[in-house]
Every structure is written in structure tokens, then in C-alpha cells.
Nanobody
Framework: QVQLVESGGGLVQPGGSLRLSCLAS????????MGWYRQVPGKQRDLVAS???????YYAPSVKGRFTISRDNAKNTMYLQMNTLKPEDTAVYYC??????????WGQGTQVTVSS
């Protein structure tokens, strides 16, 4: 049973930065294609960035050049460095596998609020 725990969210002013963490237990994320998703109330959960087990990355056009996805295999943790944050980045952020029809159980997510 894979458990995912997201952390690192918070309130930040426009232009600020945050680093999100996703700690996985029960599976080695270095061999899994993983990604970060975000969701705002009333809308679907969207993929923001992904990192394959071969270290290929994908970024949604809205975050490309501002967000960086990475992984620390020794800590079994994935990160999302978010720079130059905008109000439209406000959402609950989740991590999970990508390119699979059977996601792991979703964690509680971490709230990111970008506001002055």
C-alpha cells in the first residue's frame, strides 16, 4: 500500500517561491513515473509536472520556466520548486503516479495560496 504525504504549501505573495515535498512510503518512487497535480474547488485535478523513471520531465505550459520537478531517491521524496508564483497558481497540490489508469490513493494535498 503506497502512501503519499504532501507538504510545503502555504501563503506567499505574488512573485514568491515555495518548495513542495512528496514523501512516498510503500514503494520506490525512483522506478515510478510520478507527477504533481493541482486542483481548485469546482474544477478537475490537472497535471502540473511529471518526472519519469528515466528522468524525463513534462511541464504544463502555464508553469513551464517557473516550476521545477525533482526527486531525491535516497529520501524517496519528490519535490516541486515553484518560483515566480502567480495568483492563478493557487490550488491544492497533490502528488501521484502518472501514465497509469490506477493512481495510488490520493494524499491530503498541500494548499498553496498566492495572494498579496
Amino acid at each position: 500500500q503506497v502512501q503519499l504525504v504532501e507538504s510545503g504549501g502555504g501563503l506567499v505573495q505574488p512573485g514568491g517561491s515555495l518548495r513542495l515535498s512528496c514523501l512516498a512510503s510503500g514503494s520506490n518512487i525512483s522506478v515510478i513515473h510520478m507527477g504533481w497535480y493541482r486542483q481548485v474547488p469546482g474544477k478537475q485535478r490537472d497535471l502540473v509536472a511529471s518526472l519519469t523513471n528515466g528522468d524525463s520531465t513534462y511541464y504544463a505550459p502555464s508553469v513551464k520556466g517557473r516550476f521545477t520537478i525533482s526527486r531525491d531517491n535516497a529520501k524517496n521524496t519528490m519535490y516541486l520548486q515553484m518560483n515566480t508564483l502567480k495568483p492563478e497558481d493557487t490550488a491544492v497540490y497533490y502528488c501521484n503516479r502518472v501514465f497509469s489508469s490506477t493512481p495510488f490513493s490520493w494524499g491530503q494535498g498541500t494548499q498553496v495560496t498566492v495572494s498579496s
